[in-house]
């Protein structure tokens, strides 16, 4: 990995339509809320949702490009509350060990269609 993706994903900001701002993603309060962030071309899962919002429950990040998931780098601030986590028509290579352990909730895990070989038992911890 390069330096730059040793150091951590960069910070992506969903959701957001404060000042005008053109956001990336949609939030759905309704019942648990959702979050849809498919087909965005998203490079990574360091997805940060305002307070506002509240918490999400439901996740859907198919479709994208995202190729590693990296610890405390998992939509940061929603471990607690994500029941169902959708990564699946990813390039996901490889994932840190550990990334999964705060998500103390989560139900279902969607890893099809990825370029993943093996989940090592470090990655499934949470289960």
């Given amino acids: 990995?390069?330096?730059?993706?040793?150091?951590?994903?960069?910070?992506?900001?969903?959701?957001?339509?404060?000042?005008?701002?053109?956001?990336i993603c949609e939030c759905i309060p309704v019942g648990n809320t959702t979050l849809k962030c498919g087909a965005q071309d998203l490079k990574?899962?360091?997805?940060i949702v305002p307070?506002?919002?509240?918490?999400?429950?439901i996740a859907h990040l198919e479709r994208n490009s995202i190729s590693y998931l990296f610890k405390n780098k998992?939509?940061?601030?929603?471990?607690k509350s994500l029941l169902l986590l959708d990564l699946s028509?990813?390039?996901?290579?490889?994932?840190?060990?550990g990334s999964l352990d705060n998500f103390v909730n989560l139900l279902e895990?969607?890893?099809t269609q990825n370029n993943?070989?093996?989940?090592?038992?470090?990655?499934?911890?949470?289960c």
């Avoid at 993706?5 to 339509?17: A, L, M, S, T, W």
């Fill in 116 to 126: 993943l070989d093996e989940l090592s038992e470090l990655v499934l911890n949470f």
């Fill in 51 to 57: 307070k506002e919002i509240g918490p999400i429950a």
């Fill in 1 to 23: 990995y390069s330096s730059k993706e040793r150091q951590g994903p960069v910070r992506i900001h969903v959701c957001d339509k404060s000042k005008d701002k053109e956001s």
């Fill in 74 to 79: 998992i939509l940061p601030g929603q471990e």
């Fill in 89 to 97: 028509q990813n390039n996901i290579a490889d994932i840190e060990p």
């Fill in 44 to 47: 990574n899962a360091n997805l």
């Fill in 109 to 111: 895990l969607k890893l």
